[in-house]
């Protein structure tokens, strides 16, 4: 059973850094790719979610959206069952809720490839 737990988020200003865990309960977290999206607050539906990273169950290869490339890392530690997400160099435009999300079949960026979900950490970045 994939149980994922958000931590992390918090109000920053621009130009700081946040670093996100999602952790894993169940014990097939060495298999699952993971990733991260988020949604804004004009976004009401879990369809509407942006992607922002994924990352391989080895860790061996990462994908980023063009909007955070260069100033955010996605990487995981499967001794402890968690992927990250660490932020840099934070924008006022990436403030929303932010997902971690598994599945077994390999990284992507579409929201219906993810079958397990977290319930979201909020990330505030003001100016």
């Known amino acids: ?8 988020g918090g109000s920053v200003r621009t130009g700081d850094s946040l670093r996100l865990s999602c952790t894993d309960s169940g014990a097939t977290f060495s298999t699952l790719a993971m990733a991260w999206f988020r949604q804004t607050p004009g976004a ?8 922002v990273a994924t990352i391989t169950n080895n860790g061996g290869w990462t994908y980023y959206a063009d909007s955070v490339k260069g100033r955010f890392t996605i990487s995981r530690d499967n001794t402890k069952n968690t992927v990250y997400l660490q932020m840099d160099n934070l924008k006022p435009e990436d403030t929303a809720v932010y997902y971690c999300a598994a599945d077994k079949l390999g990284p992507s960026t579409v929201v219906a490839a993810f079958d397990h ?9 003001s100016s």
């Open 117 to 125: 979900w977290g319930q979201g950490t909020q990330v505030t970045v």
């Open 1 to 8: 059973q994939v149980t994922l737990v958000e931590s992390g």
């Open 44 to 51: 009401n539906t879990k369809n509407e979610r942006e992607f």
